[in-house]
């Protein structure tokens, strides 16, 4: 048997079927890489949120931290002005006197209420004192008042108690035992904030490992976006070729199908039967319109005589031939 000969797209056939199986691989390569970073991008987000949730959480615990602090610090400065009017009160026990701004708000105060009471004691009790003594008295006492009046709010801000300068070793005793509670204070204070410190350590850690995982699901985002950047590109230009193959076929196609088209249509002409020619019938019916008769095969006009003639003819045929019947 003779072998059949190849389509002439057979070729190009086998290469679009080759490039579009090419093409299919290609584009699920982009599609994974697309799907990789998609997730990539979800974890990132997600690790994000946690991230910005425990920072939350992270600020919550340093602002307690540090007002814990703050108040160990205020414990601590109420401790050391307390030890320093303990000391000043054990100079002044033993004979040495402080001058001026060195002396603690405390003592300033004791000493300053001390002179108040005995000036009004002098006033109230001394009947001596002339006018003028008495008014140089009550300026003075005055003056003590507004001095007074002045330290008692520095006092009560760091909330130091009163000394009674005439009792001097029970005004050590309190000041020392205040003194002892304010170290104390400060003591838990500097405690809790060290127990603060230690939860926010391991948070602090794990912040910065969620950052570090952002960070890594970020660049495989990046990157796998690249990846599928560079095949959707290399993708296009095999579409390119993929569409000048499949444009191609669809040319000789057409082509094929128009030869077919006109081979049927010469076909049918010439078995068309003269009453199917409609070119004909057309032509025909301008003669009719025109010359009032139509002629086939040479044929001519007959008149009414020559048709009597003829008819006459095949009358007087019949009747001889009739007459040798009978014989």
């Known amino acids: 048997m003779d072998s059949v000969e190849p389509s002439p797209d057979d070729d190009l056939k086998g290469r679009l079927h080759i490039m579009e199986s090419k093409l299919r691989r290609i584009r699920d390569q982009r599609n994974s890489h697309n799907e990789s970073a998609r997730r990539a991008a979800d974890s990132r987000n997600s690790i994000n949120e946690q991230s910005k949730a425990l920072r939350a959480e992270i600020e919550e615990k340093m602002t307690e931290q540090k007002e814990v602090r703050s108040t160990a610090k205020i414990h601590q400065a109420r401790r050391d002005e307390i030890q320093k009017h303990v000391r000043q009160i054990l100079s002044r026990k033993k004979g040495r006197r402080d001058g001026g701004p060195s002396k603690s708000v405390v003592i300033q105060l004791s000493e300053t209420i001390g002179e108040i009471e005995r000036l009004e004691n002098q006033v109230m009790t001394d009947g001596t004192l002339s006018l003028e003594k008495e008014n140089r008295l009550i300026k003075k006492l005055r003056s003590l008042i507004s001095r007074r009046d002045q330290l008692i709010p520095e006092v009560?801000?760091?909330?130091?108690?009163?000394?009674?300068?005439?009792?001097?070793?029970?005004?050590?005793?309190?000041?020392?035992?205040?003194?002892?509670?304010?170290h104390q204070l400060m003591i838990d204070a500097n405690k809790l904030g060290d127990e603060i410190w230690d939860q926010i350590?391991?948070?602090?850690?794990?912040?910065?490992?969620?950052?570090?995982?952002?960070?890594?699901?970020?660049?495989?985002?990046v990157s796998e976006r690249e990846k599928a950047d560079e095949v959707h590109s290399s993708m296009k230009e095999m579409l390119s070729k993929v569409n000048e193959i499949r444009d191609e076929l669809k040319i000789q196609r057409e082509e094929r199908d128009q030869l077919v088209i006109d081979?049927?249509?010469?076909?049918?002409?010439?078995?068309?039967?003269?009453?199917?020619?409609?070119?004909?019938?057309?032509?025909?019916?301008?003669?009719?319109?025109?010359?009032?008769?139509?002629?086939?095969?040479?044929?001519?006009?007959s008149d009414p005589q020559s048709t009597k003639k003829?008819?006459?003819?095949?009358?007087?045929?019949?009747?001889?031939?009739?007459?040798?019947?009978?014989?």
């Not at 850690?205 to 495989?220: I, K, N, S, Y």
């Open 156 to 182: 009560e801000k760091h909330q130091i108690i009163s000394i009674d300068i005439n009792d001097m070793d029970e005004s050590i005793k309190k000041l020392r035992a205040e003194a002892d509670n304010e």
């Open 201 to 221: 350590k391991p948070m602090l850690e794990e912040r910065d490992f969620l950052r570090g995982e952002a960070d890594r699901m970020h660049a495989t985002f």
């Open 263 to 301: 081979h049927n249509e010469m076909v049918r002409m010439k078995l068309k039967t003269p009453d199917e020619d409609d070119d004909l019938a057309d032509f025909l019916s301008n003669q009719l319109l025109e010359q009032g008769s139509l002629s086939f095969g040479g044929t001519t006009h």
């Open 310 to 327: 003829t008819h006459s003819k095949k009358k007087n045929a019949r009747r001889l031939g009739t007459s040798r019947g009978k014989r």
